[in-house]
Antibody, heavy 117, light 113 residues
Framework: EIQLLQSGGGIIQPGGSLRLSCVVSGLTFNRYGMSWVRQAPGKGLEWVSGINDDGDKTYYADSVKGRFYISRDDSESTLYLQMNSLRVEDTAVYYC??????????WGQGTRVIVSS | DVVLTQSPLSLPVSLGQPASISCRSSRSLLYTDGNTYLNWFQQRPGQPPRRLIYEVSKRDSGVPDRFSGSGSGTDFTLEISRVEADDIAVYYCMQGSYWPPATFGQGTKLEIK
């Protein structure tokens, strides 16, 4: 069974940093690109970032470029999202998903990030 | 960026009746490889999105055949032949033909009339 297990959310003050993790099991992790998609409270889905299977190509939404960094550790089958200079508008549930665009049947359970003073 | 516009944004439907959601793209989603990477997702409250349809009309494993996708170029449709109570959710179209960024429609809330 394929599982994506997320951790790392929480409450953080504006300007702070947080790292999200997504541990993948049940598939050969290094064969797939991965992505992060977020959903602000009461809003729709927004693609945030993607990384290719080799980890040498990364992609970002304009809204997070220069502040968020996606990475992967294939030895641990883990995807990361390092979020720096957090803003109130980054408050959302963050999902990891298989595939660089998120167009996949396999999503994590979501982790909530609240940016508030 | 590719903009996806869904309509309607709210869809009241009686149980057992059909439902149809439109998704229009700001540019053709036909990619150079001949495929069209248009997906449909269902999201129930408090749950992650679930992909129902990929490449316009291919149903994901376990998705009831009441759900079907159609369209080409810039115009796409998700149809539910007979709405059941379990179908109450928000539905999103999403394109992966021209990314980054991948983009989603605004979402359509399916409600029981």
């Amino acid at each position: 069974e394929i599982q994506l297990l997320q951790s790392g959310g929480g409450i953080i003050q504006p300007g702070g940093s947080l790292r999200l993790s997504c541990v993948v099991s049940g598939l050969t992790f290094n064969r797939y690109g991965m992505s992060w998609v977020r959903q602000a409270p009461g809003k729709g889905l927004e693609w945030v970032s993607g990384i290719n299977d080799d980890g040498d190509k990364t992609y970002y939404a304009d809204s997070v470029k220069g502040r968020f960094y996606i990475s992967r550790d294939d030895s641990e089958s883990t995807l990361y999202l390092q979020m720096n200079s957090l803003r109130v508008e980054d408050t959302a549930v963050y999902y990891c998903a298989r595939g660089g665009t998120g167009a996949s049947s396999y999503w994590g359970q979501g982790t909530r990030v609240i940016v508030s003073s | 960026d590719v903009v996806l516009t869904q309509s309607p944004l709210s869809l009241p439907v009686s149980l057992g009746q059909p439902a149809s959601i439109s998704c229009r793209s700001s540019r053709s989603l036909l990619y150079t490889d001949g495929n069209t990477y248009l997906n449909w997702f269902q999201q129930r409250p408090g749950q992650p999105p679930r992909r129902l349809i990929y490449e316009v009309s291919k149903r994901d494993s376990g998705v009831p055949d009441r759900f079907s996708g159609s369209g080409s170029g810039t115009d796409f449709t998700l149809e539910i032949s007979r709405v059941e109570a379990d179908d109450i959710a928000v539905y999103y179209c999403m394109q992966g033909s021209y990314w980054p960024p991948a983009t989603f429609g605004q979402g359509t809330k399916l409600e029981i009339k």
